[in-house]
């Protein structure tokens, strides 16, 4: 385990359209993404707004009340190493957030991208991970420099924007970093093409197999799944991002043979950087003939992340793709039974799985299976629903094989 070696601040907002029990998890879910990235929270700030302040993201009082916590806590010699905003911060909201709170401060997207930095292992993951980074940082470069103000004159002495022989040394060094990262990630992206071209060749080389993709929310247990299936050993760890590189393995159920490729797990307010970065390996999901949407059907919040996943592959155009649904973590189900004389509207928490599974889910017939990939519960029935739809793709696509492939 990693040990936890910054202690951190979480912030979010409550809006009309996000209300607070949608913040808690929205929170809940930061928390685990710092515990990922090796930080422990001890705190937890929210204000309600209509909407993010496009100067300073929270109101001044809110920035003030947890700048005299992080005060308290130095005074008890108790260091406060970062703050964690639940959004992507603008260069303008982070210069100002800085000058208050006068700590590291992070917002949701870099601290996914220091995650991917740090679960990146192959040197596609890392080129990747790179260029994101790059992507995130370039219109952000104007903050690192604030130190290095313009001098001789601002614009009140005719020293403004595209005054020769007026511009400070900030203003020189930012264009030459502009430059260098530019310069970066153009050598980056023909990197990325190439291992592209690489990839699309090894696709076309696989032979006639159906292609099955695992997609599905970050930590649902699509790795597990995928050692299940096809009896590998895929790294599979219950942290956020686990796995970065798709992994394609060869999986004969009975005598149908198919490739099954275990992706990316998608989250929230993913970034549209890391999207584009990350391109040949979403290429899988995209090139597949049937999707498994693996979700966690124990977390609370488990309707939300299905919508975020089809939102995800919507914007990939895989939307329209065969799929089916797996309930996955049956055994980590749990429900309190409301009391008798409790009139307050029943909630997720108050339903059995034996009553949702009787919900909307019951309309999905044989697009959705309940299984266990820990406890294999289900797993025979997975099998057996898998084979009949591998084997309705193979002979659509290849129908002179028909004879090879008997109907279970």
Same mark, same amino acid.
């Given at each position: 385990m990693e040990e936890l070696t910054e202690r951190a601040?979480?912030?979010?907002?409550?809006?009309?359209?996000?209300?607070?029990?949608?913040?808690?998890?929205?929170?809940?879910?930061?928390?685990?993404?710092a515990e990922t990235a090796g930080a422990q929270t001890i705190k937890r700030f929210t204000q309600r707004l209509n909407g993010p302040s496009s100067v300073s993201y929270l109101g001044k009082g809110k920035l003030d009340e947890i700048r005299a916590f992080i005060q308290r806590e130095e005074d008890a010699e108790r260091e406060v190493d970062l703050v964690i905003f639940d959004d992507e911060l603008s260069a303008k909201q982070l210069r100002n957030i800085e000058q208050v709170l006068k700590v590291k401060i992070l917002d949701r997207t870099s601290l996914i991208l220091d995650i991917f930095a740090m679960r990146a292992q192959t040197a596609n993951a890392k080129t990747q991970v790179e260029l994101a980074q790059y992507r995130y940082m370039l219109p952000r470069l104007q903050r690192m420099w604030t130190h290095l103000e313009r001098q001789g004159g601002g614009s009140g002495s005719g020293g403004g924007k595209g005054s020769v022989g007026l511009r400070g040394p900030g203003e020189t060094q930012l264009e030459m970093d502009r430059r260098i990262i530019l310069n970066r990630m153009s050598l980056l992206k023909q990197r990325l093409a190439e291992i592209d071209r690489q990839k699309t060749t090894q696709r076309s080389n696989r032979g006639r197999m159906i292609r099955v993709a695992l997609v599905g929310y970050t930590n649902v247990g699509k790795s597990t799944l995928m050692n299940l299936i096809s009896k590998s050993e895929v790294f599979a760890e219950n942290k956020l991002f686990a796995t970065l590189d798709t992994t394609v393995r060869k999986v004969i159920i009975d005598n149908l043979p198919f490739l099954l490729s275990d992706t990316v797990g998608f989250i929230r307010k993913l970034p549209t950087d890391l999207v584009d970065s990350f391109k040949s390996t979403l290429d899988e999901v995209r090139?597949? *003939? #049937? $999707?498994?949407?693996?979700?966690?059907?124990?977390h609370p919040d488990f309707e939300d992340q299905i919508r975020?996943?089809?939102?995800?592959l919507a914007d990939l155009g895989c939307d329209q793709k065969p799929s089916m649904i797996l309930f996955n973590k049956v055994d980590a189900y749990s429900w309190t039974p409301k009391d008798e004389d409790d009139l307050t509207p029943a909630t997720r928490e108050n339903v059995s799985l034996d009553d949702l599974i009787h919900t909307w889910m019951s309309k999905l017939g044989e697009d959705c299976l309940f299984i266990s990939a820990r406890e294999k519960t289900g797993f025979d029935t997975l099998k057996k629903t898998l084979y009949n739809r591998v084997r309705q793709l193979h002979v659509q696509k290849y129908?002179?094989? *028909? #004879? $090879?492939?008997?109907?279970?």
């Open positions: 601040i979480l912030v979010g907002i409550i809006t009309p359209d996000q209300d607070e029990r949608h913040t808690r998890e929205y929170l809940d879910e930061l928390e685990f993404l090139e597949a *003939d #049937f $999707l498994l949407h693996v979700v966690d059907i124990s975020v996943v089809e939102k995800t129908p002179y094989n *028909d #004879f $090879l492939y008997p109907i279970e």
